[in-house]
């Protein structure tokens, strides 16, 4: 079925959604029901860092299929207990094949865990994060309104960098964003757009 004017899917279920949202049950799902939802708790926050940063260069669905795996390698994403993660558990992550073998992304994951801890002598990682909502939200039409990167995602990810982070792009914060529900990407039509209680005048 070709989108309608709004850039949205119409299912089966008569529901309005993105494309990427519209065929795979696992994106559908999380798109109904996880994305674009605030995520205001340290764990879950340093979670989707480090889910966003191990998908730099690959799909988000990729990412989603291997999440489960994910959480058993790095202890359910507990910043203090990865933030214990020696070289010799670097080595060990990269023989797991239910993951994305890269060091480069294994080490940014322990890194992050480490500056989470340092950041709680400081208001802590939510607070950090949060207080880069920017006063307005986009209002996307189709998938090619929405941006890659914002003022604001430049500003985190250049925060987050001198405070020890890795794998924190502006790009990479801005997809954080749009997944913790710091801005609303969601398609103007889309049945999830303005749900997340942030952006009630975002429909």
Not at 63 to 73: C, E, Q, S
């Amino acid at each position: 079925m070709p989108p309608d004017d709004h850039g949205v899917l119409l299912g089966g279920d008569g529901l309005a959604r993105p494309a990427w949202a519209s065929s795979d049950p696992l994106l559908r799902d999380y798109y109904d029901h996880e994305w674009g939802m605030p995520v205001r708790d340290e764990q879950g926050l340093y979670e989707r860092i480090c889910l966003e940063g191990f998908q730099a260069g690959l799909s988000w669905a990729t990412i989603l299929r291997k999440r489960p795996a994910f959480r058993t390698a790095f202890a359910g994403f507990n910043p203090d207990a990865v933030a214990q993660f020696t070289d010799a558990d670097v080595e060990r992550l990269l023989q797991d094949a239910g993951i994305v073998r890269n060091r480069l992304k294994i080490r940014a994951a322990v890194t992050n865990a480490r500056a989470t801890l340092s950041l709680r002598q400081d208001g802590g990682l939510v607070d950090f994060v949060w207080r880069f909502q920017p006063e307005a939200t986009p209002r996307p039409r189709t998938h090619a309104d929405i941006p890659t990167q914002s003022s604001e995602s430049i500003a985190l990810s250049k925060a987050l960098r001198k405070r020890g982070f890795a794998f924190v792009g502006p790009t990479t914060m801005f997809a954080l964003m749009e997944a913790i529900g710091m801005v609303d990407t969601h398609l103007v039509g889309s049945h999830r757009r303005g749900s997340s209680g942030i952006w009630p005048d975002a429909g």
